[in-house]
């Protein structure tokens, strides 16, 4: 009456592939959220970098055309003194796509408000510092 059912005995079951996909869902929804916060906290890092680079080269422009505090550069006074291939040399915005203004002698460059608001969850006013 019954015929018995082949098994072979490499086949996997319906509810041994559903607790592989389960373990996968489980190891996905655990590591997106901290790939996504790495990912922030390095787009942070770039920023926190250019606003140091522009710092130096401000320094730099400063003392190559004799500028005392209070003068005023712009971003294309400041070109020459970054390497070629960066981005902030070719495109004058920063990572969020906000424009580079005009840069005060002894004064810090200054995150952006779009750029702090961004990543501030990962990066809070002190690690700014003393750039903010």
């Not at 072979?8 to 041994?16: H, I, M, Y």
């Not at 770039?46 to 320094?59: E, I, K, P, S, T």
Request: hydrophobic share 50%.
């Amino acid at each position: 009456m019954f015929s018995s059912i082949r098994r072979s005995p490499f086949a996997f079951t319906l509810v041994e592939i559903m607790i592989v996909i389960a373990i996968i869902a489980m190891l996905a929804a655990i590591a997106v959220p901290n790939i996504l916060r790495a990912r922030k906290r390095s787009q942070a890092t770039r920023m926190l970098n250019d606003l140091r680079v522009l710092d130096y080269a401000l320094d730099r422009w400063a003392i190559e055309k004799n500028k005392g505090k209070g003068d005023v550069a712009t971003f294309e006074d400041l070109k020459p003194f970054f390497k070629e291939s960066s981005v902030i040399a070719t495109t004058g915005r920063d990572l969020f796509g906000q424009e580079i203004g005009s840069l005060v002698v002894d004064e810090n460059p200054k995150v952006s408000a779009v750029a702090f608001a961004a990543l501030s969850d990962v990066a809070p006013s002190s690690f700014w510092s003393p750039y903010y």
